[in-house]
């Protein structure tokens, strides 16, 4: 079993930056992925950007050259930095890691961009 905790949600006016940690923890091994995905209202879960064991990061179309993944390793954690947020950003943003087959998600932290 794998247990996220993310953190770093919250809200922010158009323009500025958040930067979200998530942090695993249990028995982690055989990982093939791991990333960012999000859920705004009325709208399916969607990639936003991902770890793919053996492969770089890959982004959504939508936040390329704003949002930013990074992990490290000796925590067992991965972040991910949005820079330049849009009010069509404003989601529930969920840590996942891919396992042997079996997907992992966190609760969830909500990002809201507003003025």
């Known amino acids: 079993q794998v247990q996220l905790v993310e953190s770093g949600g919250g809200w922010v006016q158009p323009g500025g930056s958040l930067r979200l940690s998530c942090a695993a923890s249990g028995s982690i091994f055989g990982i093939s992925a791991m990333g960012w995905y999000r859920q705004a209202p009325g709208k399916q879960r969607e990639l936003v950007a991902r770890f793919i064991s053996g492969f770089s990061a890959n982004y959504a179309d939508s936040v390329k050259g704003r949002f930013t993944i990074s992990g490290d390793n000796a925590k067992n954690t991965v972040y991910l930095q949005m820079n330049s947020l849009k009010p069509e950003d404003t989601a529930v943003y969920y840590c996942?890691?891919?396992?042997?087959?079996?997907?992992?998600w966190g609760q969830g932290t909500q990002v809201t961009v507003s003025s």
């Open positions: 996942n890691i891919g396992q042997l087959g079996v997907d992992y």
